[in-house]
T-cell receptor, first 115, second 114 residues
Framework: AQSVTQLGSHVSVSEGALVLLRCNYS??????LFWYVQYPNQGLQLLLK??????LVKGINGFEAEFKKSETSFHLTKPSAHMSDAAEYFC?????????????FGAGTRLAVHP | NAGVTQTPKFQVLKTGQSMTLQCAQD?????MSWYRQDPGMGLRLIHY???????DQGEVPNGYNVSRSTTEDFPLRLLSAAPSQTSVYFC?????????????FGNGTRLTVT
C-alpha cells in the first residue's frame, strides 16, 4: 500500500529564506504525487501535482517540487519565503489500488515565517 | 461557482446522538470523498464514491455511513456519535475517479462530541 512520510512536523524560516519541506513516499507503482496547503480554518488547496510528465513541477505562489524516483522523494521548495506562506502543508500520494483515486496524506508540516 | 460546500461549519453533539454532515459540489465531479483531520495524523479517508449509487469504505469507516443518490450530494452520517469522532471533517471531489485527478476541498465541519 502507498504511504507518505513528511519529515518535520514544524519548520520555521526567516522571511526571504529558502523554504524546504520534505516528503518521502512509498508506492509499488509509478505514483501520482501532490502538495496541498491549508490556511487556518480553511480547506486544502492544491499547490502542485506530479503525474510523470516532468520531474520538476512548478506550482502556485512560487513553489516547486522535484520528483526523485531513486530517493522516493518529492520535496517542496520556495526560494524566498513570504509571511503569507505561513500555513500547514500536506504531501499526498494517489493510491490507485482498485483503480480509484484515493489520496493518502502525510501528517503535515506547519510552516512558520518570522520577520 | 461555489465549488464544494459543507454544512454546518460547527457542530456539538452528545455521545449517542446521530447527525448528518452535508456536502454538495456544483462542478459535476464524478468522485467524492470524506476525510477526517486530526492533529498529527494528517487526513484519513472515511468513505468515497466514484459515481451516483456507488460508495466504498476508506481507511477509517467505522461509525459512519454514506450514500450518493445524486452526482452533486454526498452526505456523511454519524450513526451514534462517540468522543473519538471529535474531529474536523472535509468533503472533497475530483472530476475523475482515476489517479492523478486533484481533489477540491470544502472548508470543513468542526465536530465536537461530548
Amino acid at each position: 500500500a502507498q504511504s507518505v512520510t513528511q519529515l518535520g512536523s514544524h519548520v520555521s524560516v526567516s522571511e526571504g529564506a529558502l523554504v524546504l519541506l520534505r516528503c518521502n513516499y512509498s508506492s509499488s507503482v509509478p505514483p501520482y504525487l501532490f502538495w496541498y496547503v491549508q490556511y487556518p480554518n480553511q480547506g486544502l488547496q492544491l499547490l502542485l501535482k506530479y503525474t510523470s510528465a516532468a520531474t520538476l513541477v512548478k506550482g502556485i505562489n512560487g513553489f516547486e517540487a522535484e520528483f526523485k524516483k531513486s530517493e522516493t522523494s518529492f520535496h517542496l521548495t520556495k526560494p524566498s519565503a513570504h509571511m503569507s506562506d505561513a500555513a500547514e502543508y500536506f504531501c499526498a500520494v494517489s493510491d490507485q489500488s482498485g483503480g480509484y483515486n484515493k489520496l493518502i496524506f502525510g501528517a503535515g508540516t506547519r510552516l512558520a515565517v518570522h520577520p | 461557482n461555489a465549488g464544494v460546500t459543507q454544512t454546518p461549519k460547527f457542530q456539538v453533539l452528545k455521545t449517542g446522538q446521530s447527525m448528518t454532515l452535508q456536502c454538495a459540489q456544483d462542478m459535476n465531479h464524478e468522485y467524492m470523498s470524506w476525510y477526517r483531520q486530526d492533529p498529527g495524523m494528517g487526513l484519513r479517508l472515511i468513505h468515497y464514491s466514484v459515481g451516483a449509487g456507488i460508495t466504498d469504505q476508506g481507511e477509517v469507516p467505522n461509525g459512519y455511513n454514506v450514500s450518493r443518490s445524486t452526482t452533486e450530494d454526498f452526505p456523511l452520517r454519524l450513526l451514534s456519535a462517540a468522543p473519538s469522532q471529535t474531529s474536523v471533517y472535509f468533503c472533497a471531489s475530483s472530476y475523475s475517479a482515476q489517479g492523478g485527478s486533484p481533489l477540491h476541498f470544502g472548508n470543513g465541519t468542526r465536530l465536537t462530541v461530548t
